[in-house]
């Protein structure tokens, strides 16, 4: 007698959706963009011309401009985010959630509004005038909570038998951070810095609102070409502006690497 085969739902099947969603609205459309960089407006076919514009020296202070201003970005919500997570994370529990949530309540406000509202405090009540500084402000606002929850997130689920190993040998504050603590955070360091370098190196609306006339952003001259109707040239761009992530994404991924917090030095103490 022939039994039957019953479908058994597996796990995986939950990312079916997530998979569909992906192809739709990434593939498909990073597809598009590659066929436009490399084709022609007219003829439609194969060409390199769309990239001619590199060749142009403002072009590339432009591209150098929007990594500084990244790079900076990147660098302060850093700087701010890592001593306000280990912060964080000797508070009491309850309290830390409710201190949590107003670092993460901006993130549910549409982002032009607050912009718009840096825009409101430093230029017409403050007198800081639009420009790099402004916009420079903006992007921290902007983006510092992408930083500061990674960070958080690692730190307050670290084993603290770890640094108490590292007292019981002998090891002062300073070091235990140096040796324990820190590579320990380095992943969510990196996830902290590719969350904010990312958006911030091809970002232009915050540039727009904050920024002057006087400089734009490689986002800017994206989405200039592409508010002209010239796609081809806008595609061309916006395909070298992914090179350049992946790039970057590359160099996080190698130093997280060489620096691994899960290595047997750091787990026995060796580097003490």
């Known amino acids: 007698m022939k039994t039957k085969h019953k479908y058994k739902f597996q796990k995986s099947h939950f990312a079916f959706p997530y998979t569909a969603i992906s192809i739709v609205f990434v593939i498909v459309p990073l597809l598009i963009l590659i066929y436009y960089a490399f084709t ?100 921290v606002y902007d983006f510092f909570p992408f930083m500061l929850l990674p960070i958080y997130t690692i730190l307050s689920q670290m084993n603290n038998s770890y640094f108490e190993a590292s007292t019981d040998l002998g090891a002062n504050t300073f070091k235990t951070f140096t040796k324990v603590k820190l590579p320990l955070s380095v992943p969510g360091i990196v996830s902290g810095v590719l969350m904010v ?59 997280n690497k060489i620096v691994d917090p899960r290595s047997n030095k750091v787990k026995k103490g060796e580097a003490l």
């Open 40 to 139: 022609d407006r007219y003829t439609g076919g194969f060409t390199l011309n769309n990239f001619s514009m590199f060749g142009e020296g403002s072009l590339w202070i432009t591209l150098g401009i929007s990594f500084l201003m990244a790079f900076l970005t990147t660098l302060i919500c850093l700087v701010l985010a890592y001593p306000l997570a280990m912060a964080l994370c000797k508070i009491n529990v309850n309290r830390r959630f409710i201190l949590v949530m107003i670092f993460v309540l901006p993130m549910w406000i549409n982002s032009l509004l607050r912009i718009y509202s840096v825009k409101l405090l430093f230029n017409d009540f403050l007198g800081l005038e639009t420009g790099f500084l402004l916009s420079l402000i903006g992007m």
């Open 197 to 255: 370098f990312m958006p911030a190196v091809s970002t232009f609306a915050i540039n727009d609102i904050l920024g002057s006339s006087q400089y734009w952003l490689f986002g800017n001259e994206i989405y200039f070409w592409f508010q002209k109707g010239l796609y081809n040239i806008g595609s061309a761009f916006a395909f070298v502006m992914l090179v350049l992530i992946l790039i970057s994404v590359a160099i996080s991924s190698a130093l």
